[in-house]
């Protein structure tokens, strides 16, 4: 069934009959079944599903990270399914924002540097840009670390200037695959807390990918990834 989250003329992100299958010795394993899915600007939308569902592959697709077997992809209303490699990337860096499970810090990095890092990769380097980290860092409790190595903070700590990074070049739309997984249960209250409420607060659109019933119930809308489909 359609993943449709509201009807309008406002859509950021839609995918349509996405399909998508990885080789193996036994034959090519189905992982994205037809999947349809739309999402306004400014909503959220959680994704859940078992292990092997296709849940991080979806995102990946969704990203354009990586490319699908059939179905259409478009970006604010621009398809982009079949564009190459290089345009995918210089378009991505200003418009979608990544939060990891696995943070992705650079580890030779402070925490300024590496939020500084993503608007680098966008060709955006000056004192807008660092002002704009600076107060990202500060708006999610890392002021106070804003030149520390990244290796010297915890986990928390880590995914808090992870999210800062994501905000940096002010995309409209943020994927966070699991970013609390690797986190204690009240960090990761802590963590997800923050990243819903920046995403409010900068009128972001997001998609979560969680295992957390709990967490999943914080955003706007809830999907249940099957088997490649929505049920």
Not at 41 to 56: A, D, N, Q, T
Not at 111 to 135: C, K, P, Y
Not at 189 to 198: G, K, P, T
Request: aromatic fraction near 6%.
């Amino acid at each position: 069934m359609p993943c449709e989250v509201n009807s309008s003329d406002d859509i950021i992100l839609e995918a349509k009959q996405l399909e998508k299958s990885f080789p193996s010795p036994e034959g090519a394993i189905s992982v994205l079944n037809g999947v349809d899915f739309k999402l306004r600007r400014g909503e959220s939308v959680s994704i859940r599903g078992e292990s092997g569902s296709g849940k991080s592959t979806l995102l990946n697709v969704l990203s354009g990270l990586e490319t699908t077997d059939g179905g259409e992809l478009l970006w604010n209303g621009q398809q982009v399914s079949g564009r190459s490699l290089s345009w995918l990337a210089a378009r991505r860096s200003n418009y979608i924002g990544f939060v990891f499970q696995s943070y992705y810090l650079a580890p030779e990095l402070n925490a300024l540097e590496n939020v500084l890092l993503g608007a680098r990769i966008a060709g955006r380097i000056g004192s807008t840009a660092i002002d704009r980290a600076e107060f990202l860092l500060k708006r999610v409790g890392m002021g106070h670390r804003l030149r520390h190595g990244s290796v010297k903070l915890s986990g928390g700590e880590r995914q808090r200037v992870a999210v800062a990074r994501a905000l940096i070049n002010d995309p409209p739309l943020v994927l966070a695959d699991e970013p609390t997984g690797n986190l204690d249960e009240a960090t990761g209250v802590a963590v997800m807390d923050l990243l819903l409420e920046l995403a409010g607060e900068e009128a972001k659109s997001l998609v979560l990918v969680t295992h957390n019933p709990e967490f999943a119930k914080l955003t706007q809308h809830q999907m249940t990834l099957h088997f490649g489909q929505f049920s």
